[in-house]
């Protein structure tokens, strides 16, 4: 039977990108797939990889297609789905699953006879290439999807399945790669970063309805500041679920979503047990429930964070809201496509803003979705610490000359510009541990053994197995109930450094409920049921996501219409109020110009700039002109950063000459004067602690007995002395001063801001009191600084003295054009 049968048979019709993909697969050719969520490409590829099976279909043929999936929760659903035509189209093969969730006793039946196609994550695939018989077992593979790249690309995962790619290539020069993808903005790229060069691109254009509409808080006020609608928006989130089908509520952070799922069950008590609460944390359990529940249509509404962003099918679903800001457009039509996961049915996200400045990204992610102005995302630059890890896995894996892995590794787009110097060391690193780490036998991980590099020790392999793999976490420990006092089992993970915090008694919510700390044994947090309804909510690492360059970009662009007078945009009347007000005792940010905002309080003098960078641009840029500001005349700041603009707070009053002239903004030198105004060193540090985990120098522990987070940056700051001391060339420190500048600060991208700044008009305003744009930096660094309480009592008078001032003459501006700030070098302060 053929695929097309297959679909009549079932009263359907395939799309015409389908047919192509078929037609392309079944010309030997690699390719892109990149199409609406909920199109149909999972049977796009899987068709075209059946029809390459090899005669005759049946058992004992051996492995033949992987599926990469980026999540293991993902592997599940694709093995169904997979499964479905294998009667009529492929009547002897079978779908496996090998996941961190895989049984033993499963991979032990695997281990003695693949099945023909193995539905599988970038970390077991990596695992599989370190077994002996890697050649014999994975050498008939003539297939490989690679399932939402665009959550691979960018991270060291991806670079890691490209390195088992060119593996596999060298076993099957023929080897066919496909890529699935619904939300990339670059891909040519993309595609030539998956397949190489003469790739396929299939654009998988279907006529689906999105809709993108925002929930209007009824007074969004004129003053806002981060979570200041949080309280607002609680009753008409419920009554949206009330009215709707099965629901799902997306939040950005862990946090949020624990503080939603309590919101919800506050308003409506009768939701318990129809209500669920789902994100990374969760014990494996808890999340399969509640899967299974939205998949059966039992659940009213579920709570989540990123960990339902990919393409689980969750049928039932007609509605997403996204609580906050989706910070980008490839994000927003990602959870989009959660609803309505069909072809034919419409997609509907509705967008819940937490504050008035969200109404503006609101409807500047309409605009920037239905535009198609999608987020570009490119392979991080040759990281040597996952060569490194790379070199042993294929040590193990039977073995290497040297020469050809290097032509192998340099056929790896992330490694395309690895000179044999880098290989080199590499190399060296792996055999006596480079140049300060010789006299230890434990890093001598590779030996030149009958013309093969191989890994003579079986403790050092056995290490290096239970290590495999470049996602680097916080430590975590289980939190379990206390025996009695809860029904015992566990809950979940949660960082080890927020239970550090606790103290016995102390309550804390996690997994919808209020636990109170008992103790911790064996790196386990045991708890019991808290007599109080209320605790502190955790906040996990790496929180806060920055705004996109296309989002700030279509920011920028309603400000302008707002400055016109424009708000046709039905999200910008509801702020036009704030909007109104900051033109009052401001200016409107315009693209163009530069708006500086100034004001005196009892802190000090305030600085305030709106780049429209990002928040981790604006990290930077805050530290560096901090440090410029300083050169000149020496000061005390206090900082503080969101998505749209920084804030500068100097004990005395700073020359301003600099921001006059442009001057501050000069990208000459601009590394030097980068890495100057930070602790380099100490973010290098912290960085290096990832590194030294993936390039196999720190190890994790063993199952059931693993190490604590105080052990392991032990460990790996021993390494980083060490390496600074005795190995001062030592590569992977460069990597990890390299890692800070490009991802941490983004350092490309804070370049671009600069020479943007530079080029602009300035539009300095003195302030009376604080605009609706400059208070919410304010909030920002005074929640750092003051207890709840006195954080109130300071918002209440900032809010006041800014009322007051909206009754008084507005504030006049000074500007001046970038031609004129150079020929003048200042206009006053």
Request: glycine content about 10%; aromatic content about 6%.
């Amino acid at each position: 039977m053929t695929p097309a049968a297959w679909f009549a048979a079932r009263g359907w019709a395939p799309f015409a990108f389908q047919q192509d993909v078929w037609a392309a697969m079944a010309g030997g050719r690699s390719g892109l797939l990149h199409a609406t969520t909920g199109s149909g490409k999972t049977y796009a590829v899987w068709m075209g990889a059946l029809q390459r099976q090899r005669p005759p279909p049946g058992p004992g043929t051996g492995l033949q297609v992987l599926w990469l999936t980026p999540m293991r929760a993902l592997a599940a659903d694709t093995t169904r789905a997979l499964q479905l035509p294998l009667p009529e189209l492929a009547p002897g093969w079978a779908v496996g699953q090998r996941t961190g969730d895989t049984p033993s006793a499963e991979r032990a039946r695997q281990d003695r006879r693949f099945p023909a196609a193995l539905v599988t994550t970038p970390e077991s695939l990596s695992l599989m290439l370190t077994r002996e018989q890697a050649r014999a077992e994975l050498g008939g593979v003539h297939t490989v999807v690679v399932d939402e790249w665009h959550e691979l690309i960018g991270s060291k995962r991806g670079v890691q399945v490209q390195l088992a790619l060119a593996r596999l290539r060298r076993w099957h020069p023929s080897l066919v790669v496909w890529g699935l993808s619904a939300t990339l903005g670059n891909l040519d790229e993309a595609m030539d970063t998956l397949c190489g060069p003469g790739g396929t691109l299939v654009r998988g254009r279907i006529d689906k309805a999105l809709v993108i509409d925002t929930l209007p808080p009824a007074d969004p006020g004129r003053f806002s500041w981060g979570g200041h609608l949080g309280a607002q928006m609680q009753q008409p989130v419920v009554d949206e679920i009330q009215r709707s089908g099965p629901t799902l509520v997306f939040t950005n952070t862990r946090s949020q979503a624990e503080i939603w799922y309590q919101l919800l069950l506050a308003a409506r008590p009768d939701w318990a047990g129809g209500v669920a609460l789902h994100h990374g944390s969760l014990d494996k359990a808890t999340r399969e429930w509640v899967e299974a529940g939205l998949k059966a249509g039992q659940l009213k509404a579920v709570v989540a964070t990123s960990s339902l962003d990919l393409g689980v099918d969750f049928l039932p679903v007609e509605r997403v809201l996204q609580i906050g800001s989706a910070k980008g457009v490839a994000r927003l039509l990602q959870r989009a496509g959660r609803s309505g996961h069909a072809p034919g049915r419409a997609s509907r996200i509705t967008l819940v803003p937490t504050n008035t400045l969200e109404l503006v990204e609101a409807a500047a992610a309409r605009r920037a979705a239905l535009a198609g102005q999608v987020e570009s995302r490119v392979t991080p630059h040759k990281p040597l610490d996952v060569l490194v890890q790379h070199l042993v896995t294929v040590a193990l894996g039977g073995g290497f000359e040297a020469d050809a892995l290097l032509e192998e590794v340099r056929s790896a787009p992330a490694y395309n510009t690895l000179t044999r110097a880098e290989f080199d060391w590499c190399l060296a690193f792996v055999e006596r541990g480079g140049n300060s780490l010789y006299a230890y036998p434990e890093y001598h991980r590779v030996k030149h053994v009958d013309g093969l590099w191989r890994v003579p020790d079986r403790g050092i392999a056995r290490r290096h197995r239970l290590q495999v793999g470049t996602i680097v976490g916080d430590a975590v420990m289980k939190v379990q109930w206390l025996s009695g006092g809860g029904g015992g089992g566990t809950l979940g993970t949660i960082e080890e450094s927020f239970i550090g915090r606790l103290n016995k008694g102390d309550h804390f919510v996690f997994a919808g409920r209020v636990l109170e700390y008992v103790r911790t044994v064996d790196m386990a947090a045991l708890v019991k049921r808290a007599s109080k309804p209320k605790g502190i909510v955790p906040s996990w690492g790496g929180s806060k996501m920055p705004l996109s360059s296309e989002m700030a970009e279509a920011v920028q662009a309603l400000l302008d219409d707002a400055a016109r007078g424009d708000f046709s945009e039905p999200e910008m009347t509801v702020a036009q109020p704030m909007l109104a007000a900051q033109a009052r005792l401001s200016k409107l940010p315009q693209r163009g110009r530069l708006l500086a905002e100034t004001l005196t309080t009892r802190e000090g003098q305030h600085l305030f700039l709106y780049p429209f960078g990002g928040r981790n641009v604006h990290i930077g840029l805050a530290q560096l002109l901090a440090w410029r500001l300083a050169r000149t005349q020496p000061n005390t700041f206090s900082l503080s950063v969101n998505d749209y603009g920084l804030e500068i707070v100097a004990a005395q009053p700073p020359d301003l000459a600099a921001l006059h002239d442009g001057s501050l903004f000069d990208t000459q030198d601009l590394m030097a004067d980068v890495l100057a105004s930070l602790n380099s060193g100490a973010l290098a540090q912290r960085r290096f602690r990832e590194i030294a985990r993936v390039a196999g120098l720190v190890f994790s522990g063993y199952p059931g007995a693993p190490k604590s987070m105080k052990q392991l940056q032990a460990s790996s700051s021993l390494f980083w002395e060490v390496f600074r001391q005795y190995d001062a060339g030592n590569r992977l420190l460069g990597q990890a001063e390299q890692e800070v500048l490009a991802q941490e600060l983004e350092l490309g991208r804070l370049q671009a801001v600069l020479q943007r700044l530079a080029a602009s008009a300035l539009d300095l305003v003195p302030l009376r009191s604080a605009s609706p744009f400059c208070l919410p930096l304010m909030v920002e660094r005074l929640r750092e600084q003051l207890s709840t309480e006195k954080l109130n009592d300071r918002l209440q008078r900032l809010l006041a003295e800014a009322e007051q001032a909206l009754t008084d003459p507005p504030a006049a501006a000074l500007t001046a054009s970038p031609a004129r700030r150079r020929r003048r070098g200042s206009i006053g302060t």
